[in-house]
């Protein structure tokens, strides 16, 4: 009869209402527990060098340490913590800039040999203070422009490199080279430093996943490096691929066209 096929019709709007609610509440609880989980993890990054400082600070200001050179030490540690609280900040906002999409992409044309050139320029201190030797092992004048945001691969390129020097060992070599492969350049950031253990290698870019905690912290990481790079490469509509082999060595690589 008509009127139960209009109940029929009913019935179904309604089931299907309810799955469409179900549904929306499923994604709501899933964000949820990003977010707490996601402040979770920063609070937690955020105490450790809050309370070192407040340690050290406290205890300089006690007055207790006669010695000079202990005192030296302890504002170093002062300083170094301050130092990852700064850089947990910038990353951070640079991550909430990336994952809300109100990040601009600027793409150009540009010249990737003459970025290359000056990012090692500018961590050849960094290397140098670790006793690693970085090179950029491609004549940069042998590459062809390409299109991309220039600024942010920048970011991707230091991210990439500074990975490289801090995950090393005294006398180690970090190499940045690039080679063209048809309408694209492949950019590869090589080191001989510690490496990865296989099992780690996809969640690498997870955000706040450290294969080493303590190394990690040491070397006044965030945890977030990575996180940004695959990021503003998937701006990008690029992947990051790594290949590592612990002891030997790890290589992080991606791909930019041609311009
Ligand atoms: P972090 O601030 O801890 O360096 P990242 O997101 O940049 O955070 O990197 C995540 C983790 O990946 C690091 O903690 C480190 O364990 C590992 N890692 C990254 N790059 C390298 C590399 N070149 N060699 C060895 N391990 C690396």
Not at 24 to 49: A, C, Q, W
Not at 77 to 91: F, G, Q, S, T, V
Not at 129 to 158: H, W
Request: net charge neutral; glycine share 8%; hydrophobic share 35%.
């Amino acid at each position: 009869s008509p009127r139960g096929d209009e109940l029929d019709g009913l019935i179904w709007e309604l089931h299907r209402t309810g799955q469409m609610l179900n549904r929306e509440i499923d994604d709501m609880r899933r964000m949820e527990s990003y977010r707490r989980e996601f402040i979770g993890n920063v609070s937690h990054e955020l105490k450790t060098p809050i309370f070192s400082i407040q340690g050290f600070a406290e205890t300089l200001s006690d007055g207790a340490l006669s010695d000079p050179k202990v005192n030296r030490t302890f504002l170093q540690k002062i300083i170094r913590n301050a130092n990852r609280l700064d850089r947990l900040a910038r990353d951070l906002s640079e991550i909430a800039r990336l994952e809300t999409g109100t990040m601009e992409i600027e793409m150009t044309r540009f010249d990737l040999g003459e970025l290359m050139r000056e990012v090692t320029e500018t961590l050849l201190p960094k290397a140098d203070q670790k006793d690693v030797s970085l090179r950029q092992a491609t004549e940069p004048k042998a590459l062809p422009a390409v299109r991309g945001d220039r600024e942010r691969i920048r970011q991707v390129l230091v991210n990439l490199i500074d990975n490289a020097i801090k995950y090393n060992e005294s006398g180690g070599y970090v190499a940045v080279s690039a080679q063209r492969q048809g309408e694209a350049v492949q950019v590869l950031v090589q080191d001989n430093g510690i490496g990865i253990p296989e099992r780690h290698l996809n969640r690498l870019t997870e955000r706040f996943y450290r294969v080493d905690k303590s190394r990690s912290r040491h070397q006044g990481g965030s945890g977030l490096g990575l996180s940004i790079v695959k990021h503003i490469l998937s701006a990008h509509d690029v992947q990051l691929h790594v290949e590592s082999t612990v002891g030997e060595g790890s290589t992080f690589t991606f791909v930019l066209p041609v311009a």
